[in-house]
């Protein structure tokens, strides 16, 4: 078999590297090595990766990925994990480190546990495991919100057709409670005596009263609105490798139970409460 010749370039390379190990073993400074274990170490440690977060956020999870890549996750960053769980890499029960900070003790809190407890209590990542229940809980919450604000709306309809002066006492309070946070608590507490002074009522009872109601009537109607929405998506949305599927018979009590609630709430409202209400109001 015929050797290939050496190409002049080829020939002076070998020799430049030769004359510099030849150099090395004399002096001993040959390169260190790159391992592993000196890569891993060059990476922030979780203490000190989590005292950075610290700075700029109010929670964070801490993970390390199956590449042993050490990640810090906020929570609009939570979604970056949808394709690793799309794909298997990770699963529910991958470990993490979560940490939250309490506004009212200035203080952290840290716990260990697994992913499950994040997707519990997130929408985009908990959709890719139950989307029928996530999109449900999702209606439950914005239909109180709803109801809530169609109460308030209701009720001062109400207040104005029976020509009652406590409407102004209910928009007035409605307008503390919603800037609240930008008030403060000694000027709601304040403005909530001053208006019950004037009108002999208590204005927390009348918020607290719409504030049920409304939550009562929009809870199982947003329920059920959103159990249709998460039914009709489910084979639309990514799913997570290792999700099982929501079973048929869970489906069907889901919608069935919040529809039959909300049609029985209703009625109960319409034909019994609301004409107890108007003769109470136009009797005051």
């Known amino acids: 078999m015929q050797v290939p010749l050496l190409t002049p370039d080829l020939q002076y390379r070998l020799r430049e590297n030769a004359v510099e190990d030849v150099i090395a073993a004399e002096t001993g400074q040959f390169l260190p090595e790159v391992t592993s274990d000196a890569l891993t170490a060059e990476q922030p440690t979780a203490a000190l990766l989590a005292e950075q977060m610290k700075q700029n956020a109010e929670w964070f999870m801490l993970t390390t990925l199956p590449d042993g890549t050490l990640q810090a996750y906020t929570q609009p960053e939570l979604a970056q994990l949808k394709p690793m769980l799309q794909s298997g890499e990770i699963t529910a029960a991958h470990p993490v480190h979560l940490f939250a900070y309490n506004e009212a003790t200035k203080e952290w809190s840290d716990e260990t546990g697994t992913l499950q407890a994040v997707i519990n209590n997130h929408f985009e990542l908990g959709v890719m495991f139950s989307p029928v229940w996530e999109y449900a809980v999702a209606g439950l919450k914005w239909g109180a919100i709803t109801g809530i604000g169609l109460k308030l709306l209701d009720s001062l309809i109400l207040l104005i057709e029976a020509q009652n002066p406590m409407f102004i006492s209910l928009v007035f309070l409605a307008a503390i409670f919603v800037f609240q946070r930008h008030l403060g608590s000694t000027i709601v507490s304040a403005a909530s005596f001053g208006v019950g002074y004037a009108f002999g009522i208590s204005p927390f009872a009348m918020l607290f009263g719409v504030v049920v109601a409304g939550t009562i009537l929009g809870i199982l109607p947003g329920m059920f609105i959103g159990a249709i929405t998460g039914l009709l998506r489910r084979n639309s949305i990514p799913r997570a490798f290792n999700a099982a599927p929501e079973s048929n018979a869970f489906v069907f009590t ?14 109960l409202y319409i034909a019994v409460f609301m004409p107890w209400l108007v003769t109470v109001l136009n009797a005051a």
């Open 254 to 267: 889901l919608l069935l139970g919040s529809l039959a609630g909300a049609i029985l709430i209703l009625y």
